[in-house]
């Protein structure tokens, strides 16, 4: 320390923690609690493989170096869930934190990292999620990597990443370029590229390109860029037991191999692990790596292959990969390391719009005109609000305006007109409340519907539940049919049964229920068997428990059923199910009036009634047709057909009927005029290529927005109804590392706005299957404790 003094060196001890063991421990904790007086400025704490000395050790260790701990590198397999919770809970004084492979399935980074200015977190193949507040305690961070994580959900990334003020630099995947010999990501074949570890080896030697010929490039070469940024994949994860954790932050369940804790799993290219990284300096510190490979390409005329990228129709496409080709040398410029958030449509713009200070994204630098683009494709795509408010305001302000009767200040600097003009809609101060609760957390209050056999003396006794519909007209109430027969009647809000209908051996799995609206204690319910049959829950005899059993009609049966549902005026109801018929009873006489038949060329999974009209239906069928009919005309000929590109799977009504939501196969959903048939808004919602990803979509608070979900994947989207764009992505997440989850249906809540349930299920067919109800207006921090009785929920057949 004293000769490399002398000659103005800086003087940094390194502590390789690989080979050390516990009978180390004491005297090299005397050597570290001395550092603080010695001349050693800065120590680096470094674990390259496996660790044998105890975490509560290591612990000691860094912690007694204090101020003059500048990187720990970790990765922390062999360190425990221990050491990981107690840096979380109380923080690290270090410059640059790298835990390589952390087990984090939560991040909840709550101690104080003050001095933290870089943090890596690559190849946490078990992160997630965030908790709301994780990154509040970091000040400086500038630099944040998250390459190979699970993180999806754009608008939970974004919140947690808004509490970081220093924040630069920001990583998801790592965009380099080489050529075809010796390139960085290997060869699979036909072009295809393969995983590859990160390198700082430079790939291509090219003549520099200065900043300004950067600068001056035209908005064409901006748009070419931006098409060649990330694309649409399906990522597969290695599944655990559900049973095997519940720890919803730190997850030690899956063991990765060693090749997987390489230490060439270090930080990605770029990353500068020195103390000292002035801002000038990271702005641009990839220039001469990638960016400035892939614009020179781009000066020289390349042609990028823009089906190298999945569009946004959601069209398959070369992973990874884009190739071009200039004087006789080739090159490949590939995505390393991606993170399944890089898949979401427009997420780099999403990014640049949400992070204003952010300069550098995915080793690309961003410029002027890439802020004002990405600003653009914000505003056409996405809603920050809802109801098309721009500024967010506080509830106190908002019920002050109210009682002054003052026109909301957000009307005033709107561009775009709102839903409710200049204040004046009756509904005006109440979309306004939504927006400012909404605005207040981008994490919604989730908790599953704890019903159980339990409530009927049963003590084994568990749900299954397989479909589930909102009463018309009572708040409270919601019934649920299950794969057993069961028909179970709810006070969602209490979570008490209030009528149990037992199957008696009649009943399948329930795949059609629908409540009548006049008569408000009467329920249809229709079983994959064929079994109809009309419940009264009113008029029926009290069981020894308690609970009241209900009163029933049974209509004629409707073989292979998949969904039933009654008109306006409670008088028919028409069924359909597994084949080109559909049938019409008369619900006071219990008859069965006529079977409508060959009204599709293939089965007929999902008919409607209109929500007004008696006589006028429509009908989802998997031939890509939707058709609406009239009873009146006796349904020989449709009144028109409206087709899809895939399969339907259901279609449903506006509440004031002026539209029809059809919802085909893999995210095909789109908005028609009730009237004719004729497309009113497409919802682009990225197809993720499989056929068998069964999309449902539903109306939520009146018309103004609707839900869409799909049995492939784990996330419900929220989308405004009149322009088309994106509000909110609701993600479920399993109880334990790599269960996955499913949108096996879903409904929004008839009386309370942004409120909805979702039936989830595992996709283990051993896993039960939950009834989720999500409040996007309340945040899940804060509402914990309020959560009565149901547990917190930390996140595929057909009919409705």
């Given at each position: ?55 509560e050790y290591a612990l000691v260790l860094i912690r007694s170096i204090d101020q003059k701990l500048r990187i720990v590198d970790l990765q922390d397999l062999s360190l425990g ?170 997850d030690f369940s899956i063991h990765l191999e060693n090749d997987q804790l390489d230490s060439s799993h270090s930080a990605p290219p770029g990353w500068n692990r020195e103390i ?525």
């Amino acid at each position: 320390a004293d000769v490399k003094k002398s000659r103005h060196e800086l003087c940094v001890l390194e502590i390789l923690l690989d080979h050390v063991k516990d009978v180390d421990f004491h005297p090299l904790l005397e050597v570290t609690t001395r550092i603080g007086d010695s001349e050693i400025e800065a120590v680096d704490v470094l674990n390259e493989s496996s660790c044998a000395l105890n975490g509560e050790y290591a612990l000691v260790l860094i912690r007694s170096i204090d101020q003059k701990l500048r990187i720990v590198d970790l990765q922390d397999l062999s360190l425990g869930k221990d050491f990981l919770r107690d840096v979380s809970q109380r923080g690290l004084q270090c410059q640059v934190l790298n835990l390589r492979s952390s087990h984090f399935r939560k991040l909840n980074l709550v101690g104080e990292f003050l001095r933290l200015h870089t943090l890596n977190l690559d190849y946490s193949t078990m992160l997630s999620s965030f908790r709301e507040d994780c990154f509040s305690s970091m000040p400086n961070l500038m630099c944040l990597s998250m390459c190979e994580t699970r993180i999806s959900n754009l608008w939970t990334t974004i919140a947690a990443l808004s509490k970081l003020p220093s924040l630069v630099e920001l990583r998801f995947q790592n965009w380099i370029c080489c050529n075809d010999v010796g390139s960085s990501g290997s060869s699979v074949g036909d072009g295809q590229t393969g995983p590859s570890q990160p390198s700082n080896a430079s790939h291509l030697e090219m003549p520099p390109i200065s900043l300004n010929l950067l600068i001056e490039l035209d908005v064409m070469t901006e748009q070419a860029i931006r098409n060649l940024l990330p694309f649409s994949m399906n990522q597969n994860f290695q599944n655990a037991n559900e049973d095997s954790s519940d720890d919803s932050e730190v997850d030690f369940s899956i063991h990765l191999e060693n090749d997987q804790l390489d230490s060439s799993h270090s930080a990605p290219p770029g990353w500068n692990r020195e103390i000292n990284l002035p801002s000038e300096v990271i702005l641009w510190p990839l220039i001469t790596g990638f960016f400035s490979c892939f614009v020179y390409s781009i000066l020289w005329g390349i042609k990028a292959t823009s089906a190298a990228l999945s569009n946004q129709n959601g069209e398959e496409s070369t992973e990874g990969a884009i190739s071009g080709h200039v004087a006789d040398v080739s090159f490949k410029y590939i995505s390393e390391h991606a993170s399944p958030i890089c898949f979401e449509q427009h997420y780099r713009e999403f990014m640049i719009a949400s992070i204003p200070q952010l300069r550098v994204l995915d080793n690309l630098p961003i410029r002027n005109i890439d802020r004002e683009m990405a600003n653009l494709t914000f505003f056409k795509h996405f809603e920050r609000l809802p109801y098309r408010r721009s500024d967010k305001e506080s509830v106190v302000s908002i019920l002050q305006k109210r009682e002054i009767r003052a026109i909301p200040s957000s009307f005033r600097t709107q561009k775009q007109m709102p839903m409710d003009p200049v204040g004046k809609s009756q509904h005006s101060y109440a979309r306004s409340l939504c927006a400012a609760k909404m605005g207040s957390s981008a994490w919604p209050y989730m908790h599953s519907l704890s019903i159980s056999g339990n409530d009927l003396g049963d003590e084994n006794g568990s749900f299954r539940p397989r479909q589930f519909e909102y009463h018309p007209t009572n708040s409270s109430l919601m019934v649920f049919g299950t794969l057993d027969g069961e028909v179970v009647v709810v006070n969602h809000e209490k979570q008490k049964i209030v009528s149990y209908i037992p199957s008696f051996g009649t009943m399948n799995s329930v795949l059609g229920l629908c409540w009548l609206k006049h008569f408000p204690s009467r329920l249809i319910a229709g079983s994959d068997n064929g079994s109809l049959k009309l419940y009264d829950i009113q008029h029926f005899p009290s069981t020894s428990n308690g609970l009241r059993t209900a009163s029933s009609v049974t209509f004629d049966e409707f073989d292979q059923l998949t969904s039933v549902h009654v008109n306006s005026t409670d008088e028919l109801f028409l069924a359909s199910g597994y084949s080109k018929n559909v049938a019409l009873y008369d619900i006071n006489s219990g008859r069965r009036l006529q079977v409508f038949t060959d009204m599709h060329q293939e089965h007929i999974n999902v008919v409607k009634f209109s929500n007004r009209s008696p006589s006028i239906f429509a009908t989802s069928s998997f031939d890509q047709d939707i058709k609406m009919w009239d009873l009146r005309q006796k349904p020989i000929r449709p009144c028109y057909t409206a087709t899809s590109s895939k399969g339907n799977v259901m279609v449903c009504f506006s509440p004031d009927d002026h539209y029809l939501l059809a919802s085909a196969v893999d995210n095909e959903v789109k908005q028609l005029l009730a009237a004719d048939g004729s497309l009113h808004l497409d919802f682009q919602i990225p197809a993720t290529g499989s056929s068998q990803n069964y999309t449902r979509s539903y109306y939520l608070n009146g018309k103004d927005y609707i839900i869409s979900g799909s049995c492939d994947e784990h996330v419900v989207r929220v989308c405004c109804a009149q322009t088309g764009r994106r509000l909110r992505d609701i993600s479920l997440e399993g109880k334990a590392s790599g269960s996955s989850m499913f949108v096996q249906s879903l409904r929004g809540d008839p009386f309370r706005p942004f409120n909805m349930s979702i039936l989830a299920a595992y996709t283990r067919p051993s896993s039960k299957s939950e009834i989720v109800k999500v409040n996007l207006l309340a945040s899940s921090e804060c509402n914990k404790e309020a959560s009565s009785g149901g547990s917190s929920f930390p996140f595929n057949s057909m009919g409705g």
